[in-house]
Structures are given as structure tokens and as C-alpha cells.
């Protein structure tokens, strides 16, 4: 029984294309086919076609797959991926997006390479093709996947909205001007309420620079953006210090007075009121309130001005 494995010279990462296969015959009985070597004898290639060697760790590419193969261990995998990054990197820069879509290269390839790993752990050489017939797919896959995870509108959103611009589109052509809602809206044999909710989700979709200005020329992003309302964080953890502070100092009053500072500033009770909870003319109760505020003017816990 005979085995063949496809070996594809790659240029730059990608298959040649109507580039000349090798085939090896594998002895009856084994169970692992031996990759070839360049120049190997009975394999038909010269130096020409010898694989590139991996820049990463200084092994031929065959050597990588035999260890993989045998161990199926994350350290060679991970080897194999890195001597595959060539031809990660041509798939992702292909399919980089166009004008509106803000991708990196770099974010492209990271997703690309769950789809080369896959690809690694999924190639068997003994079915006869080359590697890259199988990672590019699979690289291509799994870009567009993480593309679409992460695209604020669905599919059948952005179909919609492709459609509204071709239609929009070929409305100009024919009346040279920007056509109406209702022109559209014909066009597209749907109502003006649809092609207006189009236009919405379109918006919502579409991404916006925070440093653009507004159609207005009025500030946008940060500026617009920002709740004039919204207490500083500066000013939120300032407070947050004194009301500890106040709590500290407060808590080194005898207790009637105590008492009378937290009823009268905390509560906004009336001296009366207190004289009545503590059995008191309200004239000792200012006395009390006076008494206490001297002790923490005095505590130098807060500053005199607080309780002025």
C-alpha cells in the first residue's frame, strides 16, 4: 500500500500555482509517511525546490511536521505556526479592510492564526495536498469570523444598507442630483419609513472619529461627549476624604453634643426639636452646638471654615 504527500514549492508564504508535485511511497506497514527531503534521493527535486527553513528555530519545515506529527505537543505546533507566518501575513494583508473599516494588519493576523492552528492540528499529509490548500481557507475563515463579531450591525443590516447605496448610487446617475426618500423608496419597492429606518442603522453603524468636528462645526467627540452634569473625579474623592474626616472628628465628641452636631447639620433638625429629644431648654442646646463646634475647630481634623 502506497501513500502520496504533495509537497508544493511556496513562494512568499503562497503555493506556486501549476507547480510539479513529489510523491513519496511509503513502506507497507507505516503508519507515518515520511516527508521529503530537498534533494533527497527518489524524490525527483533539486536544490530549486528545497522548502524555506524556518527563520524561528533554524529547522526544515519536514523535520517540523515529522515532529508534530509525532508528538501533536503546542511547542511544535507553535513552531509550525511560526514558520507559517509568511503565509498568515499574505492572507491578512489581502483582506484588509477598506476606507471606514479601522483594522490593523496586526489584529488581522491574530485572528487569523487560530484558523493556522486549526489548520495545523487538521492537515493530513497522507490524503495528498498541499498544507496551504487547507490553512488558506481556514486562515481567511477565521478573520472574517472575528470580523463579524465585531461589527455593530448584522448581517442582514449591512446587506440592507448595501443595497440602499447602490440604489442611492445609480439615483444620481440618472437624475443628477441627490434623489428624495420616496425616489428611493420606489426604487427599492419599499415604503419611505423603511428606507429611513436603513439610513438610521446605517449611522449607528458607521464609526465615528471623537476629533471630527460636527456638520455644524460645533465641537465633537470628548467635548460632546462629556456630562456637564457628572461630578469630577478629582472633586468625588475629595469629598469622599472630608466625610471620613468629619466622621473621625465627630466621633471624638462627648455624646450629647455628638448628638446635637448630627441632628442639627446632618439632619436639619431645629434647637428645639433636639432641646425636646434630650430634655433641655433649647438655650442649652446652642450652648452644647457652640461648645461642640469649638472642639472641632480645635481637633485641627477640619478646617475652621467648614463649620462657619
Known amino acids: 500500500m502506497s501513500v ?7 513562494v512568499g508564504g503562497l503555493p506556486m500555482s501549476g507547480a510539479p508535485s513529489t510523491a513519496v ?46 508528538s501533536r505537543s503546542v511547542a511544535d505546533r507553535n513552531a509550525l505556526a511560526r514558520h507559517y507566518a509568511p503565509l498568515l501575513r499574505s ?3 489581502r ?30 499529509p497522507s490524503l495528498g495536498y498541499a498544507f496551504s490548500t487547507l490553512a488558506v481557507p481556514r486562515i481567511r475563515g477565521s478573520i472574517i469570523d472575528h470580523l463579524r463579531s465585531m461589527d455593530p450591525a448584522s448581517r442582514t443590516v449591512r446587506a440592507q444598507v448595501k443595497l440602499l447605496d447602490s440604489t442611492t448610487d445609480s439615483l444620481v446617475m440618472e437624475l443628477d442630483r441627490q434623489p428624495t426618500v420616496a425616489e428611493i423608496a420606489a ?28 456638520p455644524d462645526g460645533s ?14 473625579p478629582s472633586a468625588a474623592l475629595e469629598a469622599a476624604e472630608l466625610s471620613a474626616t468629619i466622621a473621625l472628628a465627630i466621633s471624638k465628641l462627648r455624646d450629647n453634643e455628638r448628638y446635637v452636631i448630627v441632628e442639627h447639620w446632618f439632619h436639619g433638625r431645629r434647637y428645639a426639636d433636639i432641646a425636646e429629644d434630650l430634655g433641655v431648654t433649647e ?21 475652621s471654615h467648614y463649620w462657619s
Open 219 to 232: 465641537p465633537w467627540g470628548h467635548q460632546a461627549l462629556a456630562d456637564a452634569n457628572a461630578t469630577a
Open 25 to 70: 511511497m511509503a513502506a507497507p506497514g507505516r503508519t507515518q509517511p515520511a516527508l521529503p527531503r530537498a534533494g533527497h534521493p527518489g524524490t525527483g527535486t533539486g536544490p530549486a525546490a528545497a522548502p524555506r527553513v524556518d527563520p524561528a528555530s533554524d529547522r526544515d519545515p519536514h523535520d517540523l511536521w515529522e515532529a508534530y506529527l509525532s
Open 187 to 214: 426604487r427599492m419597492e419599499t415604503t419611505p419609513d423603511k428606507v429611513e429606518t436603513i439610513q438610521l442603522q446605517a449611522m449607528a453603524a458607521a464609526p465615528i472619529s471623537l476629533d471630527t468636528p460636527g
Open 95 to 124: 483582506m484588509l479592510p477598506g476606507p471606514g473599516r479601522y483594522v490593523d494588519l496586526e489584529d488581522l493576523e491574530a485572528f487569523g492564526f487560530f484558523g493556522l492552528c486549526d489548520a495545523i492540528e487538521r492537515f493530513d
Open 4 to 10: 502520496e504527500v504533495d509537497i508544493e514549492p511556496e
Open 91 to 93: 492572507v491578512a494583508t
Open 283 to 303: 438655650s442649652r442646646v446652642c450652648q452644647i452646638h457652640t461648645a461642640a463646634l469649638g472642639r472641632l475647630r480645635q481637633s485641627r481634623l477640619i478646617s
